[in-house]
């Protein structure tokens, strides 16, 4: 069963950091672009990073240079380092990742993991 798996959300004290990871498993050949994306209550979920196959990132305005998107391709896990954390990075993330299984890529998502920052 091919599945996405984040972890390292919690609770973090304004200007803390935190590392979340998103982990592929299942019968998967390779990954192109993994993301992640955030949920604040009452707010529709937005983009806060993406990268590339080839490590090409682009980010959020509102995480520039306080966030870092990385990947391990050998064990197809994703990783976002949050540093600098303020109260509005808030919410639920999830992580994106385009699977190639067999011929073909499918989008999955992870289940999510909270961040909560406190003020």
């Known amino acids: 069963q091919v599945q996405l798996v984040e972890s390292g959300g919690g609770l973090v004290q304004a200007g803390g950091s935190l590392r979340l990871s998103c982990a592929a498993s299942?019968?998967?050949?390779?990954?192109?672009?993994m993301a992640w994306y955030r949920q604040a209550p009452g707010k529709q979920r937005e983009l806060v990073a993406r990268?590339?196959?080839?490590?090409?990132?682009n980010y959020a305005d509102s995480v520039k240079g306080r966030f870092t998107i990385s990947r391990d391709n050998a064990n197809n896990t994703g990783y976002l380092q949050m540093n600098s954390l303020k109260p509005e990075d808030t919410g639920v993330y999830f992580c994106?990742?385009?699977?190639?299984?067999?011929?073909?890529?499918?989008?999955?998502w992870g289940q999510g993991t909270q961040v909560t920052v406190s003020s």
């Open positions: 990268i590339t196959s080839r490590g090409g990132t």
């Open positions: 299942g019968s998967i050949l390779s990954i192109n672009a």
């Open positions: 994106n990742a385009d699977l190639i299984i067999g011929a073909l890529q499918y989008g999955y």
